[in-house]
């Protein structure tokens, strides 16, 4: 049996905005990962990119993008170059979201870049292989975290939640099975991949 041991990895979780940080944050904090990076952006920021085609400016399309796949891809290369220049390799792990396979209105380019950076995810992925490093992503459904929780007890959020195989809303512990198996050794011949961790949501369409 493989052991999850973390001790001797270098680890980067990239979460950007205002899902993905939280989660990587809490998974960095609880497991000691060391030899991430995280850029965050201002949630009021990101909140601009949520409306509809005709309403978004390009300046709100802009940051949303910058800040899902440019920002995923500059965290990314930077910790390639700290695992590179330790000739350890390591891995990294990108945080995407389900909204990369199914799609949501007034969140355009929200949807774009979660896309995007799924396809980052297997271009870095076959580039570092070489290099000792794997890449890989969780796209999750709707955790709850202090940002969110308001909108996901509201009546609006609680229709969201009825439409959830598992007829709940996520927790951030909910993705330490799909972390810790891209992080350790257990995942040692998995790079390029994406594990979806959403209860379910994304089954409401069949």
């Known amino acids: 049996m493989t052991k999850l041991n973390l001790r001797n990895l270098r680890i ?4 950007l905005g205002y899902v993905g940080l939280p989660l990587a944050v809490e998974f960095g904090k609880r497991f000691n990962t060391v030899g991430f990076d995280i ?24 940051q949303v993008v910058d800040t899902n796949l ?5 965290v990314a290369r930077a910790a390639a170059k700290a695992m590179v220049e ?3 390799g390591g891995t990294i792990i990108n945080i995407a979201s389900i909204l990369a396979f ?5 969140v355009p380019a929200y949807v774009a870049a979660k896309a995007g950076l799924i396809k980052l995810t297997e271009a870095l992925a076959l580039e570092l292989a070489s290099r000792g490093i794997r890449v890989n992503a969780i796209a999750p459904g709707y955790i709850e975290t202090d940002l969110n929780r308001e909108f996901l007890r509201s009546p609006s959020g609680q229709a969201m939640q009825a439409r959830i195989a598992l007829r709940r809303f996520g927790t951030a512990a909910d993705l330490d099975g799909a972390l810790l198996l891209l992080a350790s050794d257990a995942g040692a011949y998995i790079t390029g991949a994406t594990i979806v961790v ?9």
Do not use: I
């Open 12 to 15: 980067g979780v990239v979460g």
């Open 39 to 62: 850029k965050a952006a201002r949630v009021d920021e990101l909140r601009r990119g949520h409306d509809s085609t005709l309403e978004t400016d390009e300046a709100a399309w802009q």
């Open 70 to 74: 440019s920002g995923a891809f500059r």
């Open 86 to 88: 330790g000739a350890r």
């Open 102 to 106: 199914r799609v949501a209105k007034q």
């Open 198 to 206: 959403d209860g379910g949501h994304g089954l409401a369409w069949l």
